[in-house]
């Protein structure tokens, strides 16, 4: 937060950030953007590290582009906002984003290697991502990621990343090889991460039907909500909140599809309880408004019903930058919904203090931002 940057995200356009708070000391609203993705810029050649390959490597074939290489074949081809925190900062400033929330790309997540390879990945990429957040503590919180595949681990690098890298939490995939997040042999983790008061942030990975939506980008644009809405009734069916009241989640994309769904859920759990209560007898609407979601829904009508679903206190500003299916000017559609200044406030960066565990006042000062 440099004097620069905070002038230059000032002199934001009213088009791209329309509320301005008027307040006794000319501070606007805190902005957090809590669906970010981040890489190292380059990390060891993996395939020859573990022995195996199906892992991602970096290839910088020019001076700002590279390419994420899986066993010689392109996954995506990425810029320097997702390796260059300065290129970052200086984007964040562009479109008056205070706050990044940083997490690793899904595809890092790795679950289906040896588990001492994954948790020896996800020790890389988590001490990466806490060096990033040491040198902008103003400007970024970081989120980890687990060796989900074997629990105990998971445990231990939960705990690493909160008490030793002072990280916010985790990012986790929707299911583990397969395994929905309501198995049993995760309960460790959700009872350690309620103990820490650890963030979960779950975002859709390794979708489902691969052979059904191999055109027309459908495992990113189907795929990633409907996996999101089987780890939104996994959890609820299982009874994962039910048994980790305190548990902090929050879901992607809105929610992914569920919030489409949530009435046939109820009412299936309503008429066939033999089929749907056999874990947890509370109901599934009982739930909505104990997990947030964030804002990444692409439609001002569709953020309303959002809100008024989960309740304008558990949706969260979140983007997915740097990539395509993103928010160009995160908190754009917020502003633009007609939702109440309060409403918006809560979901520009008042919420995702709470979800973050996080106090305020490390930004304010530091931001020309404050939270109300």
């Known amino acids: 937060g440099s004097p620069k940057s ?56 020019c001076c700002d582009k590279a390419r994420m290489m899986v066993d010689g ?16 900062l200086r984007e964040c400033d562009n479109v008056a984003v205070d706050v990044q929330v940083l997490s690793t790309v899904p ?51 939960l705990r690493r990343c909160m008490v030793d890298l002072g990280l916010a939490g985790v ?58 809405a089987i780890a939104i009734c996994s959890m609820i069916f299982g009874g994962v909140f039910e048994r980790f009241p305190q548990l902090k989640v929050c879901f992607a994309h809105g929610g992914g599809s569920f919030p489409q769904i949530a009435g046939r859920v109820q009412h299936g759990f309503d008429v066939r309880p033999d089929l749907c209560a056999t874990a947890n007898n509370v109901p599934p609407s009982s739930y909505v408004g104990k997990f947030w ?15 008024s679903f989960v309740g304008s206190n558990r949706v969260l500003l979140g983007s997915d930058y ?9 908190g754009k559609l917020i502003d633009e919904s007609g939702m109440s200044k309060q409403d918006a406030n809560m979901m520009l960066g008042e919420n995702a203090l709470e979800f973050l565990g996080v106090d305020g006042s490390r930004f304010r000062c530091k931001n020309g931002a404050e939270s109300q």
């Open 107 to 157: 595809v890092m997540f790795c679950y289906w290697a040896k588990p001492e390879d994954t948790l020896d990945l996800a020790q890389y990429l988590n001490d990466h991502i806490a060096q990033v957040v040491s040198e902008h503590p103003a400007r970024f919180i970081g989120l980890g990621t687990l060796p989900m595949q074997a629990p105990d681990m998971a445990v231990q690098e």
């Open 322 to 330: 740097p990539f395509p299916l993103g928010e160009d000017v995160p």
């Open 73 to 88: 074949k392109c996954f995506r081809e990425i810029e320097p906002n997702c390796w260059d925190s300065e290129t970052r």
């Open 171 to 228: 990012q986790i995939g929707t299911h583990v090889n397969g395994t929905n997040l309501d198995d049993p042999s995760f309960f460790p983790i959700w009872e350690e991460a309620q103990k820490l008061n650890a963030a979960i942030f779950i975002h859709p990975w390794d979708m489902l039907a691969k052979d059904r939506m191999g055109k027309y980008w459908m495992q990113w644009l189907v795929g990633m909500p409907t996996e999101t």
């Open 6 to 61: 905070v002038e230059t995200r000032e002199g934001v356009t009213p088009t791209n950030h329309p509320r301005k708070r008027t307040s006794m000391n000319g501070q606007r609203p805190l902005r957090i953007d809590v669906h970010t993705h981040i890489l190292p810029k380059n990390w060891p050649d993996l395939k020859e590290k573990y022995g195996y390959g199906g892992f991602v490597q970096l290839d910088h074939f």
């Open 293 to 307: 979601v964030d804002s990444l829904v692409h439609d001002s009508t569709l953020l309303k019903s959002l809100a």
